[in-house]
């Protein structure tokens, strides 16, 4: 039946075959099953188009398949989103809603939530996700979308069982089929490039079916179902995939079973002996059987043994994989890759393939269905370590990664899910399992320590699988499924798992081992380093962090008492295997130390959190020795790195450093090292520490009391900043509290006020500086509520503001006054800098505050703070402070210091200073009179008598016995007799006290001790120094230098006698510059010294620290008050001969400061002086004094010529033929008029399909309407001279200002061609900067030459009558090409003045210039100079705000070159006759005899005077005038030109009015009887309206009317008023014109009614009979040469005479409305989500695709690609080809995925910035953040400014070449 079948249709088929169904005899499957075997034939292509028809139409039974899909997904149940999405889908991320941090919508959920106010973001996804909109284990039900909000099933009914039948039945083929094509198109050989290809065309070839399946997954919950069961049934898969089921060619089946085989054994994955790395020693029997790894035994061993060989370390290699597989128990992971259904088999081809796009996507859209999720997370886990395995070996293993987290995410972010997976598949032990195998195909044997005997290895960080982070997707999978706290407690309870992952963190303990280069600079630097750092920070501090997480409550304390152990006993296997005895390796350092921070970090958890005794967790003594060598020699080299001695291993040492302490590493890295260190100081000998600090930092050598010393291991430049280490560090440990005892809120406080100190940040700065917990999982979210809170404490909001300039400032927050005043910390500040400068630059700013605030003004120290409450845990940690090592140390620095010794700095006093303040705010409990009496009895040498240092600061230091070359100033003097005290004597009873106080301990520890003291001992000793090392200083006695050869050491008695009280108080002396400067406060006033606050001095410098120090001693015990006393009693300084030394120094010193003071004072005034005369001259035109500085038409009265500054020369003089001088110009086209509208509001940016924008309102498309009509209808040459161009492409010409010779000037340009500095200009095009202001200029415009007899010509006359003054206009018209400077005598002027018009020219394109029927005519020159004056003036126009209400010169016309360009444009005009045939002025002037355009058919007619643009007419009459234009002919002109424009008005309304209205008006004129009735606006009014009618112009217009609004109804007053609207805009163009031309300074007013009279009587237009105060009718301004009536009806006639032929354009051409708006950029929403979620997924109109970049043009609301080739024009790009047609080459475009604008000028671009900031004022570039953002309207304004002033050249200063490419 089935051949028959097939020639039916196919709907028919697949009805009958649903209906043999219903029987109960199976003929239907039978029949069915034959159908399919010829449908899915293997032989046949997988995804044949007929096939899948056949399949879509057996499924739906007949129906239309789009039907069938409708109907079942009426049934669908599920609430969950699940919309699965691929890399770079905009997706959202709401932390208030989100349960789990990985939660993500997409953007329809998200919008149809409700969200406001929420903390969420958007973001680009990196890997690709689902929406997990409506899984409330994920997020908050309250942040579902209404669609997703949980509905009952019950609302939803119960699927037909007939509906699913035939899909159940063909589902099963289908999915067989897919998997027949997976196994036959699959080649082991990857490598090879046609393999590769095959490998692609297989997935080609499936994508059909595979995107069937897809459409099936989106039907909903019941198609979801069947899918599942089909992808799950064992039966099915063992009856298909054998092939038993199959009607067909059995040896098709048994080949294709035998591929899929083969792939099997090719992975690896196939025998009988292999078994799972993690059972390895367990040999299990099985022949079947697959093992996970193969890495133990078979071709896995041969694979990786080759590299082992190569380390030489194949038996460590060895050891390590034996050590790890003690985890794993359950054989249940031997078999899991034992295929028993299609879901199993699918997925490892979807490995195989490395992970296809379509297979993924398939696999996640059917997460939805739970049954589904957990048999698919189970298949999952069951074949992770083969996913790592193919991942490790992959090409392209970033896709894959990727593509692997995109179903992992999904799948390990359940909580119950990945609990249940734990239990059941073993999944940590896997994780871990596979972590171990992957690393160690890349260990190293490692070289720390004892390089011979080391067994440790560590892993390469060179190797590509840390260098390209492939572990990255198993590490953030565990970083997932740790971050649940069941999972995470199972992980912490089983000891075999922990012991797994301390063998893998010890891999990283010591990895990217540096070595010093001590004598040539390394070859070659590697750049390995960041690799190590990231692999601790996301391999072994995440997971940590995760685990630490968890044990915040008193319930986990046995967790974390285990874990303590564990990294205990993996730190005492790493020293043993680095064969570790008590001293590190010299000049080698490492920065990973895990084991150690992992052990830090659980201690300070246990303590903190879990109140555990601290001492219960640490080890015994000599393990607490060992565990602080390292991190010790970490805070060592970092001070070495920035001493320079690291600088032959180059700049990556100091990258290492950096990296070390910055702010996502700090948390993990030093927090946890420095921790450790403050543990083991505060169990350890105080005095072993402190000398082990100090032997550390290699400065043993310099703590001698002699002034020199011999040279030991740093450089003698080295010393001192390593001993300002030393000491800095020591500070640093006894002063933070991170860890011993600050809450939460204190320590975020800090870090906050640390960052904030060092400069003002934007809030993502600081959200970026701030150390986080790096685990995201962890519950503290940046930006939260508590974050902002905290913020909003301890800091001030700036919002953005603008510099002069024009750059942009971003919102920032600077510190309040109080954090300044109490809690600005140094120490805190020294921690968290990653640059030095840093720690200075936090210093400036408090220096600046106390300067502004009055509390400080000289130069202060950082202040000292008083330091939180210690954990009682870590009391021991003060003991430091009073240990007698340190206290000598002390002593010893302050007395070099005192003397002056070399190598002392403030810095170091500072400290030292610090220290002794620390130890008197944390004296030990024993009283003073106690401490003695041990001392007295424990010691018996002269330094100090106990350990209390409010005791030994007024202990006496009588002698010392000092090693000293013979050549040093101390063995000139004669040695004393008797001493009481030498250096070794003093170290021996030192050892003794410090080891009895130790004797409790185990004599392991009291050898141990004793060994690491006399070996420090014999340091001190050989090198005669005192205890510890300082850096030394020159005596002041001599000038003391080193001899070549080393000297002889010997030995010397140094008579001292000072105590530290004493020295204290002789630095006071020193510091303040004065003897005998401080006087106990408390001797002034009788009151107690208790009374008195030391911390109220907080601020000041070293002065007020020895103070503050002193107030504390003095009220610490009555000796010392008494022994300060004392001192201060004392008038005579110790050493006399110095006094007058240092006086006479002083006095010196001070005298030259004083006379450098007045040479500089003599020097600024000299630059004043200069650069005022400078001012006056050259940039006058900045002076507020003067209004038109250099312009040519200056009125002054002077009797020289005008004199230049050239800026290049520096010479003055005036501009000549010869030696003419320029103005420094910008050239650029512009067509900002051209996009001026006639509403006042800008032209909203569309957001909808709905919104559109027409250009057909613009100006420049109206005057090209206008040109194209006249062009139409009349002789072309006269419609050139009847319009201005420009508006679109016109030339706008600006100016800084400054002059310069025009031959300078070719010089200039010479000398920048030749200079091969990289310039953002293009010195080939002519341009140039400024030399004097560096403004963009690109050329020059000639001065033209005064003459002095010249000058009375442009003061107006007498005078005379109106009829004279037209008469004399006339004549001198007729002189045209007879003017004496005529360009044909050709000098250095006249070349100029061409080229500058050249330059006019070539400045914009010429379709810009064509608009003459004849290319290149003369008249289309014409035109174009006449319109560049228009288009310059109308500008100056716009930049005064549209109207001259304000009057003055303007700023704007300070720095105007009008009055030049006016000349050069003149006298090219000039050069044209006009022909006296249609010469306006005749016509304007006399009546003349229309001629008929019927009499002439081969000659079109002139323009109409009606239909011509009177401004048009100004400029070529005024600039075709003879260049001694008198100020009463240009009146003459303008009052001729206000006739005909009045005309113009009253015609115009004429046609607005109704027919009733016309009529109205018409007979009310007649009647009245007037006196000026030739100036009555009713009379003028009624008489056009009768001309016109005699040509039918009405009847034409009165069909429109109906269309045009007449609700208006027109008073006499209302005429009025729109005449003067009318009128205005010519006013103000003539206004300018006179203003430039005459240099009359412009009227002002107050309102902008008063602008019409104003203008009128600058104009000289009204009757001198109106007084001042009369109100001015626009009539007054009418004054006729002949009577108004008769030459208005010559010029209605010359417009009736021409109807016929234009009868339709007469409305456009005679209704004339001069009145735009200002040019405005278009108005953008307030929100960008609104632009971004209309334009990122909108396609472009062009190439119909969504463009990678789209853009937005926001000038004309254009949509372009940026840099798209598929919109590639003559290889222009969209962007710079939109920017020529709408902006003339200026383009202003917003980048939608990118928020910022971008700037196209011309050749050149730049990044201009965002008007769009977040809630803290702050740009979001490229999205990255994905914050709210919102319209910033001042920077708007300012980007609206800048494009209509032409400004974008001057202030961006970024440029670079586009070439084309945008």
């Given at each position: 039946m089935a051949v028959p079948s097939l020639r039916r249709d196919k709907p028919g088929v697949a009805a009958s075959l649903k209906a043999e169904f219903s029987r109960s005899d199976g003929r239907g499957s039978q029949l069915l099953s034959e159908l399919l075997d010829n449908v899915l034939n293997p032989k046949r292509p997988v995804a044949e188009a007929e096939g899948l028809e056949w399949c879509k139409c057996l499924m739906a039974g007949g129906e239309r398949f789009e039907d069938f899909c409708q109907t079942v997904r009426a049934y669908d149940h599920a609430t969950l989103c699940g919309l699965v999405w691929t890399a770079n889908f905009v997706a959202y991320r709401c932390r208030t809603c989100g349960i789990s941090p990985c939660m993500s919508l997409c953007a329809e959920c998200f919008n149809a939530g409700e969200h406001t106010g929420h903390d969420f973001n958007m973001f680009r996804s990196q890997a690709g996700g689902a929406c997990d909109c409506g899984d409330s284990s994920v997020m908050r039900d309250s942040g579902f979308c209404k669609r997703h909000r949980s509905t009952s099933g019950s609302s939803i009914p119960s699927v037909p069982s007939d509906l699913m039948m035939m899909s159940e039945h063909i589902l099963p083929r289908v999915i067989f089929r897919l998997v027949q094509h997976l196994r036959d198109g699959y080649s082991e050989s990857v490598s090879d490039p046609a393999t590769e290809r095959d490998i692609q065309r297989t997935l080609q070839q499936m994508e059909p079916l595979v995107s069937l399946l897809e459409d099936?997954?989106?039907?909903?919950?019941?198609?979801?179902?069947?899918?599942?069961?089909?992808?799950?049934?064992?039966?099915?898969?063992?009856?298909?995939?054998?092939?038993?089921?199959?009607?067909?060619?059995?040896?098709?089946?048994?080949?294709?079973?035998?591929?899929?085989?083969?792939?099997?054994?090719?992975?690896?994955?196939?025998?009988?002996?292999?078994?799972?790395?993690?059972?390895?020693?367990?040999?299990?029997?099985?022949?079947?059987?697959?093992?996970?790894?193969?890495?133990?035994?078979?071709?896995?061993?041969?694979?990786?043994?080759?590299?082992?060989?190569?380390?030489?370390?194949?038996?460590?290699?060895?050891?390590?994989?034996v050590k790890f597989c003690n985890g794993t128990k359950d054989p249940s992971i031997v078999d899991i890759l034992k295929h028993k259904c299609f879901l199993e088999e699918i997925l490892f081809w979807t490995v195989k393939y490395e992970f296809p796009q379509k297979m993924v996507t398939f696999l996640l859209n059917m997460l939805p269905d739970q049954d589904y999720k957990i048999a698919f997370t189970k298949t999952f886990v069951q074949h992770y370590a083969f996913i790592m395995k193919t991942l490790i070996k992959s090409h392209e293993s970033d896709t894959m990664s990727n593509r692997i987290v995109h179903i992992s995410v999904q799948l390990f972010s359940n909580e119950e899910l990945a609990r249940q997976v734990t239990e059941e598949c073993q999944l940590l032990e896997i994780m871990v399992t596979v972590l171990l195998y992957m690393m160690e195909n890349c260990l190293v044997k490692s070289e720390l320590q004892d390089e011979e005997n080391n067994f440790h290895v560590v892993v390469n960080c060179g190797e590509p699988l840390l260098k390209n982070n492939t572990y990255w997707p198993l590490v953030s999978d565990f970083i997932n499924i740790l971050s649940h706290q069941s999972v995470a407690k199972r992980f912490l309870e089983d000891q075999g798992l922990l012991q797994m992952w301390m063998n893998f963190v010890s891999l990283f303990q010591g990895m990217n081992l540096n070595k010093r280069e001590l004598n040539e600079h390394v070859e070659f630097e590697?750049?390995?380093?960041?690799?190590?750092?990231?692999?601790?920070?996301?391999?072994?501090?995440?997971?940590?962090?995760?685990?630490?997480?968890?044990?915040?409550?008193?319930?986990?304390?046995?967790?974390?008492?285990?874990?303590?152990?564990?990294?205990?006993?993996?730190?005492?296997?790493?020293?043993?295997?680095?064969?570790?005895?008590?001293?590190?390796?010299?000049?080698?350092?490492?920065?990973?130390?895990?084991?150690?921070?992992?052990?830090?970090?659980?201690?300070?958890?246990?303590?903190?959190?879990?109140?555990?005794?601290?001492?219960?967790?640490?080890?015994?003594?000599?393990?607490?020795?060992?565990?602080?060598?390292?991190?010790?020699?970490?805070?060592?080299?970092?001070?070495?790195?920035?001493?320079?001695?690291?600088?032959?291993?180059?700049?990556?040492?100091?990258?290492?450093?950096?990296?070390?302490?910055?702010?996502?590493?700090?948390?993990?890295?030093?927090?946890?090292?420095?921790?450790?260190?403050?543990?083991?100081?505060?169990?350890?000998?105080?005095?072993?520490?402190?000398?082990?600090?100090?032997?550390?930092?290699?400065?043993?050598?310099?703590?001698?009391?002699?002034?020199?010393?011999?040279?030991?291991?740093?450089?003698?430049?080295?010393?001192?900043?390593?001993?300002?280490?030393?000491?800095?560090?020591?500070?640093?440990?006894?002063?933070?509290?991170?860890?011993?005892?600050?809450?939460?809120?204190?320590?975020?406080?800090?870090?906050?006020?640390?960052?904030?100190?060092?400069?003002?940040?934007?809030?993502?700065?600081?959200?970026?500086?701030?150390?986080?917990?790096?685990?995201?999982?962890?519950?503290?979210?940046?930006?939260?509520?508590?974050?902002?809170?905290?913020?909003?404490?301890?800091?001030?909001?700036?919002?953005?503001?603008?510099?002069?300039?024009?750059?942009?400032?971003?919102?920032?927050?600077?510190?309040?006054?109080?954090?300044?005043?109490?809690?600005?910390?140094?120490?805190?500040?020294?921690?968290?800098?990653?640059?030095?400068?840093?720690?200075?630059?936090?210093?400036?700013?408090?220096?600046?505050?106390?300067?502004?605030?009055?509390?400080?003004?000289?130069?202060?120290?950082?202040?000292y703070r008083e330091r939180a409450l210690l954990n009682p845990s870590y009391k021991g940690l003060m003991r430091i402070l009073h240990c007698k090592t340190l206290h000598i140390v002390l002593f010893t620095l302050l007395y070099k210091i005192s003397m002056d010794h070399q190598n002392m700095s403030e810095h170091i006093l500072c400290m030292v200073l610090n220290l002794i303040e620390l130890g008197l705010d944390n004296l030990p409990e024993e009283s003073v009179e106690e401490e003695e009496m041990l001392g007295e009895e424990h010691c018996s040498d002269s330094w100090f008598n106990g350990t209390n240092i409010a005791t030994n600061l007024h202990h006496i230091i009588n002698h010392v016995r000092v090693r000293v070359p013979e050549t040093a100033p101390e063995m000139i003097r004669e040695p004393l007799a008797s001493t009481s005290s030498d250096t070794t004597c003093v170290q021996r009873s030192r050892r003794a006290t410090a080891l009895n106080r130790e004797s409790s301990n185990t004599a392991q520890v009291f050898s141990l001790v004793a060994e690491r003291r006399r070996k420090f001992q014999e340091i001190i000793n050989r090198n005669g120094s005192s205890t510890i090392h300082t850096p030394d200083v020159r005596a002041k006695t001599s000038k003391w230098t080193a001899p070549n050869s080393t000297p002889q050491l010997t030995t010397t008695i140094l008579e001292v006698r000072e105590s530290m009280l004493s020295l204290l108080i002789k630095l006071h002396h020193k510091l303040s510059g004065k003897q005998n400067s401080y006087y106990p406060c408390w001797l002034e006033d009788s009151e107690s010294t208790s009374r008195l606050d030391p911390m109220q001095q907080i601020h000041g410098d070293g002065t007020t620290a020895v103070e503050r120090i002193l107030i504390k001693t003095a009220a610490q015990s009555r000796q010392n008050k008494f022994s300060i006393e004392e001192i201060c009693r004392k008038v005579t300084p110790p050493i006399p001969p110095k006094k007058n030394v240092s006086d006479k120094k002083a006095l010196d010193k001070e005298e030259r400061r004083q006379k450098a003071r007045e040479r500089q004072q003599k020097l600024l005034a000299e630059f004043a002086s200069r650069q005022k005369s400078f001012m006056e001259t050259a940039m006058d035109i900045e002076s507020p004094d003067s209004d038109v500085a250099m312009d040519i038409g200056s009125s002054e009265k002077q009797d020289s010529e005008t004199v230049y500054d050239c800026v290049i020369c520096g010479q003055s003089g005036p501009s000549t033929e010869e030696r003419p001088t320029g103005l420094v110009v910008l050239l650029q086209a512009s067509s900002v008029l051209g996009h001026r509208r006639r509403s006042t509001e800008p032209k909203k940016l569309p957001t909808s399909d709905e919104e559109k924008?027409?250009?057909?309102?613009?100006?420049?498309?109206?005057?090209?309407?206008?040109?194209?009509?006249?062009?139409?209808?009349?002789?072309?040459?006269?419609?050139?001279?009847?319009?201005?161009?420009?508006?679109?492409?016109?030339?706008?010409?600006?100016?800084?200002?400054?002059?310069?010779?025009?031959?300078?000037?070719?010089?200039?340009?010479?000398?920048?061609?030749?200079?091969?500095v990289l310039q953002s200009f293009s010195v080939d095009k002519g341009e140039f900067t400024c030399p004097l202001c560096r403004q963009f200029a690109n050329s020059v415009l000639p001065c033209y030459p005064e003459k002095n007899e010249e000058k009375c010509l442009w003061l107006p006359c007498n005078n005379k009558t109106l009829h004279v003054l037209i008469k004399e206009v006339e004549e001198q018209q007729e002189q045209l090409g007879m003017f004496p400077v005529s360009i044909s005598s050709v000098t250095n002027l006249s070349k100029e003045m061409e080229s500058v018009m050249k330059d006019i020219r070539s400045t914009t394109q010429k379709k810009y210039i064509d608009y003459g029927k004849i290319p290149g005519s003369p008249d289309n020159d014409f035109l174009f100079m006449y319109s560049v004056a228009r288009l310059n003036l109308e500008l100056e126009l716009v930049h005064r705000g549209g109207n001259l209400c304000l009057g003055g010169a303007g700023a704007t016309t300070k720095r105007s070159c009008l009055n030049q360009l006016l000349h050069v444009l003149a006298i090219h005009m000039r050069l044209f006759r006009i022909d006296s045939a249609y010469n306006p002025w005749a016509r304007l002037t006399r009546l003349t005899q229309v001629v008929d355009s019927g009499i002439c058919d081969d000659e079109k007619p002139d323009v109409p005077l009606l239909y011509r643009d009177v401004p048009s007419l100004l400029m070529i009459l005024a600039l075709t005038m003879p260049q001694e234009l008198h100020k009463e002919h240009f009146t003459c002109i303008v009052k001729v030109l206000y006739n005909l424009l009045y005309a113009q008005a009253i015609a115009t309304f004429s046609f607005r009015f109704n027919e009733e209205e016309r009529e109205v008006w018409k007979n009310s004129a007649k009647l009245q009887i007037m006196d000026n009735s030739e100036k009555s606006s009713e009379v003028l009014l009624s008489h056009i309206i009768s001309e016109l009618s005699k040509g039918n112009l009405y009847c034409a217009s009165n069909t429109d009317q109906k269309s045009m609004i007449t609700t208006t109804i027109w008073s006499p007053q209302s005429l009025e008023y729109s005449i003067q609207q009318f009128c205005l805009p010519f006013f103000r163009t003539a206004g300018l014109l006179q203003h430039h031309l005459f240099s009359d300074d412009l009227p002002c007013c107050q309102q902008t009614e008063e602008e019409f009279g104003m203008l009128a009587r600058y104009l000289r237009l009204l009757p001198t009979s109106l007084n001042s105060n009369d109100e001015v009718k626009s009539f007054f301004c009418l004054d006729w040469p002949l009577p108004a009536l008769d030459i208005v009806s010559q010029w209605c006639l010359e417009v009736t005479t021409s109807t016929e032929s234009h009868s339709k354009q007469v409305m456009n051409l005679l209704v004339q409305d001069p009145q735009w708006s200002l040019p405005r950029l278009l108005r953008l929403p307030e929100n960008y989500n609104t632009i971004f979620q209309y334009y990122h997924r909108k396609a472009c109109v062009h190439c119909s695709k969504?463009?990678?970049?789209?853009?937005?043009?926001?000038?004309?609301?254009?949509?372009?690609?940026?840099?798209?080739?598929?919109?590639?024009?003559?290889?222009?790009c969209e962007c710079v080809l939109h920017s020529q047609n709408c902006g003339a080459g200026t383009g202003i475009f917003l980048l939608i995925n990118a928020s910022v604008i971008i700037v196209i000028r011309g050749h050149r671009f730049c990044v201009w910035g965002s008007v769009y900031l977040d809630a803290h004022g702050e740009e979001d570039r490229d999205l990255r953040r994905g914050k709210p953002l919102y319209l910033c309207n001042e920077r708007y304004k300012v980007l609206e400014q800048q494009w209509v002033t032409h400004t974008f050249d001057h202030i961006n200063k970024r440029w670079g070449p586009h070439y084309n490419g945008l």
């Open positions: 099936l997954t989106k039907m909903g919950g019941a198609m979801r179902s069947i899918l599942t069961r089909v992808l799950g049934n064992h039966q099915i898969y063992k009856d298909l995939s054998s092939g038993d089921f199959c009607t067909g060619e059995k040896t098709y089946a048994k080949k294709n079973y035998d591929k899929y085989l083969t792939a099997l054994k090719g992975s690896g994955l196939v025998s009988s002996e292999e078994r799972s790395a993690s059972s390895v020693l367990d040999h299990m029997a099985g022949a079947s059987n697959v093992t996970i790894l193969g890495a133990t035994a078979g071709a896995g061993q041969r694979e990786s043994s080759d590299e082992e060989e190569q380390d030489g370390s194949q038996g460590i290699g060895k050891r390590k994989r590697s750049q390995t380093y960041y690799a190590a750092f990231a692999a601790e920070l996301e391999a072994c501090a995440q997971p940590m962090w995760a685990l630490l997480t968890h044990c915040k409550i008193k319930d986990m304390e046995e967790y974390t008492r285990t874990v303590v152990r564990y990294c205990l006993d993996a730190l005492q296997d790493w020293f043993d295997a680095i064969n570790f005895i008590d001293e590190p390796s010299p000049n080698q350092v490492t920065f990973h130390l895990p084991l150690h921070r992992y052990y830090a970090m659980f201690l300070s958890k246990a303590v903190r959190c879990q109140q555990l005794d601290l001492d219960s967790l640490l080890p015994d003594q000599e393990m607490l020795m060992k565990l602080m060598v390292h991190p010790l020699q970490i805070q060592a080299c970092l001070s070495e790195i920035h001493s320079n001695m690291w600088v032959r291993n180059g700049l990556q040492i100091k990258g290492q450093a950096m990296t070390y302490v910055q702010s996502h590493f700090c948390n993990s890295m030093i927090d946890p090292d420095i921790f450790l260190l403050q543990v083991c100081a505060s169990r350890l000998d105080p005095d072993y520490f402190v000398s082990s600090v100090f032997e550390r930092f290699k400065v043993v050598d310099l703590l001698t009391m002699a002034s020199q010393h011999q040279d030991g291991a740093p450089d003698p430049e080295h010393e001192k900043s390593m001993l300002e280490g030393a000491l800095t560090f020591l500070v640093l440990l006894l002063s933070l509290r991170i860890h011993l005892g600050m809450t939460d809120d204190e320590i975020l406080r800090a870090e906050m006020v640390a960052q904030l100190c060092m400069s003002d940040r934007t809030h993502s700065t600081l959200l970026d500086l701030i150390p986080e917990n790096p685990n995201p999982k962890s519950g503290i979210i940046p930006g939260s509520y508590y974050f902002e809170n905290m913020l909003s404490a301890v800091a001030d909001f700036k919002a953005p503001v603008f510099e002069p300039g024009g750059s942009m400032q971003q919102g920032m927050y600077t510190p309040k006054a109080d954090v300044w005043n109490i809690e600005f910390d140094p120490i805190m500040v020294i921690l968290r800098t990653v640059y030095r400068r840093d720690v200075q630059s936090a210093m400036d700013r408090y220096m600046g505050f106390l300067k502004q605030t009055g509390k400080f003004d000289g130069n202060p120290w950082p202040p924008i027409y250009p057909e309102d613009t100006c420049g498309t109206a005057h090209d309407v206008r040109i194209t009509d006249l062009q139409r209808y009349f002789k072309d040459s006269s419609c050139l001279q009847s319009v201005s161009i420009g508006w679109e492409g016109g030339v706008y010409v600006q100016t800084c200002g400054h002059t310069l010779h025009i031959d300078c000037h070719k010089s200039y340009m010479e000398s920048l061609r030749n200079d091969q969504v463009p990678k970049d789209p853009a937005l043009c926001l000038v004309c609301g254009t949509f372009v690609c940026l840099k798209g080739q598929c919109c590639k024009q003559q290889s222009y």
